[in-house]
């Protein structure tokens, strides 16, 4: 089979709570199709010795409800490896936010970031008892999975 990718000789960290270990990675298509030792052709290789290798972490407290929105990076967790992130746990979040809501939700979140910038936060609202909320505000394309 031809890969994508294939990343070599590094230390993978499956996730599965066993003990790392020496291989390589394959990646077709954007999927991981082969994880040991991968033999084949490759459209890149990345030599990944003295380095580990695993899967995204997921960072299950953030603060990140309204970064998210003028850093869709969510820095700093990105440079950590951090793939996931979950939000909204900590009792206030911007979305979902019934109608009715949203004018007593702003003043708490609009807070200024940065050099004096205004925050204008888009508040997501969602539709009625199990509806159409929206999974993140309006607008935002986070480069992590909330």
Same mark, same amino acid.
């Given at each position: 089979?031809?890969?994508? %990718?294939?990343?070599?000789?590094?230390?993978?960290? !499956?996730?599965?709570?066993?003990?790392?270990?020496?291989?390589?990675?394959?990646?077709?298509d =954007? +999927?991981?199709?082969?994880?040991?030792? &991968?033999?084949?052709?490759?459209?890149?290789?990345?030599?990944? /010795?003295? %380095?580990? &290798? /695993?899967?995204?972490?997921?960072?299950?407290h953030?603060?990140?409800?309204?970064?998210?929105?003028?850093? *869709? %990076? @969510?820095?700093?967790? @990105?440079?950590?490896?951090?793939? /996931?992130? +979950?939000? =909204?746990?900590c009792g206030?979040?911007l979305?979902? @936010?019934?109608?009715?809501d949203? !004018?007593? %939700?702003? *003043?708490? &979140?609009?807070?200024?970031?940065?050099?004096?910038?205004?925050? !204008?936060?888009?508040?997501?609202?969602?539709?009625?008892?199990?509806?159409?909320?929206?999974?993140q505000p309006?607008? &935002?394309?986070?480069?992590?999975?909330?």
């Amino acid at each position: 089979m031809a890969y994508d %990718l294939v990343i070599k000789n590094g230390r993978i960290v !499956d996730g599965s709570g066993g003990p790392s270990f020496r291989g390589d990675v394959a990646v077709k298509d =954007g +999927i991981i199709v082969e994880v040991g030792k &991968v033999s084949g052709p490759a459209q890149r290789v990345v030599d990944a /010795s003295g %380095l580990a &290798v /695993s899967p995204g972490f997921i960072d299950n407290h953030t603060h990140f409800d309204a970064q998210v929105t003028w850093d *869709p %990076l @969510c820095t700093s967790s @990105c440079y950590h490896g951090v793939t /996931s992130v +979950i939000v =909204g746990h900590c009792g206030l979040a911007l979305a979902p @936010c019934h109608p009715q809501d949203q !004018d007593a %939700l702003h *003043p708490t &979140v609009a807070f200024r970031k940065g050099e004096g910038q205004p925050f !204008d936060p888009p508040i997501a609202a969602p539709g009625r008892q199990g509806g159409d909320a929206q999974p993140q505000p309006a607008g &935002v394309q986070p480069a992590v999975e909330l």
